[in-house]
């Protein structure tokens, strides 16, 4: 079953699907009896070569242990090259139909399959690719044109052709001179050889810049608004405390004021008492001289004396009540 693999798979890859086989089942000896399930993994190996039915004949006739004629050899490589020539047509025809670009050098690093749409985004001649042509030729063409960028033409061709050398994948942005954003991505095939996609993300980076600067517009304009609302916040807490200040003053000059009407009301009071005593005595003495007979000029200076006295001592009893009513003392009536 080892040559049957290699026979119509390569050696390469025969080597892949028996190895592949032997870690799943933990197997040593790959020549080992073959047991039915790995005959069914052999032909479901040869059925992307061969097709279904080829391998099915051909895995039954190699496990019987028939040997086969020329004719039926001749018949299974017909049948394989018809489902090559399928599977190769159904690759081509995938590849036309895709929107990314895509190009396939061989391990000689020689073109040997692309797309038409690969074709269209570089806008190459009419007739410029071919199979086998050198990428080394294909990327100094496009040097030339300015698509790798500034720099030397020799040092850009011979930077990219070692990537392809050492078959190191890639990823990379490149902006063309008319504006367009091509996404590269390079990755290396397991026989040699190197398949590149470009897909055109020009769209994309338009959104993504406008959306960057939506985002710097909605930043500047939160900054701006909080840098505001902090400068209203300033303002309200300077009115606030300027009111706190206004206040304190207000009950400060309400208790002095307070304070002094206390004092004042204390000294009605004790003022007017005492000045009624002797205002009251001099009454007595006038009352006492008012017994004796007096001329009439003498008799007029007397009864002004005595009204004076009298309004002096209504005054100052009016000011005692004041005091009294002040100081909580007395009830107005």
């Not at 005959?39 to 099915?56: D, K, M, N, P, W």
């Not at 980076?205 to 909080?226: C, F, G, K």
């Not at 200040?245 to 007017?272: C, H, M, P, Y």
């Amino acid at each position: 079953f080892k040559i049957l693999l290699q026979t119509f798979l390569g050696i390469q890859r025969s080597q892949q699907v028996l190895a592949h086989y032997a870690l799943a089942h933990h197997l040593s000896d790959n020549n080992a009896h073959p047991e039915p399930e790995f005959i069914a993994y052999c032909e479901r190996a040869l059925t992307g070569v061969l097709g279904a039915s080829s391998a099915q004949a051909l895995i039954h006739t190699v496990s019987s242990g028939k040997r086969m004629a020329f004719e039926e050899v001749v018949n299974f490589f017909d049948e394989t090259t018809q489902a090559l020539q399928f599977n190769q047509n159904l690759l081509f025809t995938s590849l036309e139909n895709l929107s990314h670009g895509i190009s396939v050098v061989d391990k000689d690093l020689k073109l040997v399959a692309w797309n038409k749409r690969y074709s269209e985004m570089f806008g190459y001649p009419e007739g410029f690719l071919e199979v086998g042509q050198p990428i080394e030729d294909i990327i100094r063409y496009n040097a030339n044109r300015g698509e790798c960028g500034p720099g030397e033409i020799e040092r850009q061709v011979e930077k990219r052709v070692q990537h392809l050398k050492y078959g190191s994948s890639h990823h990379f942005i490149r902006h063309r001179r008319n504006g367009q954003v091509y996404e590269m991505i390079g990755n290396p095939l397991p026989d040699g050889g190197f398949v590149t996609s470009f897909s055109d993300i020009t769209n994309h980076i338009s959104t993504q810049n406008a959306l960057e600067e939506v985002n710097m517009d909605l930043e500047n304009r939160i900054e701006a608004r909080t840098q505001e609302v902090q400068t209203i916040n300033r303002d309200l807490q300077a009115q606030i405390d300027s009111r706190v200040q206004t206040e304190q003053a207000l009950t400060l000059a309400k208790r002095e004021a307070e304070q002094a009407n206390d004092s004042k009301t204390r000294f009605l009071a004790l003022a007017s008492h005492d000045i009624l005593q002797p205002l009251n005595a001099a009454r007595l003495y006038l009352a006492a001289i008012d017994e004796k007979q007096l001329d009439s000029t003498n008799q007029n200076s007397f009864e002004k004396l005595g009204d004076s006295l009298d309004s002096t001592v209504h005054l100052m009893s009016a000011l005692l009540e004041i005091a009294k009513l002040e100081q909580g003392a007395m009830t107005p009536t």
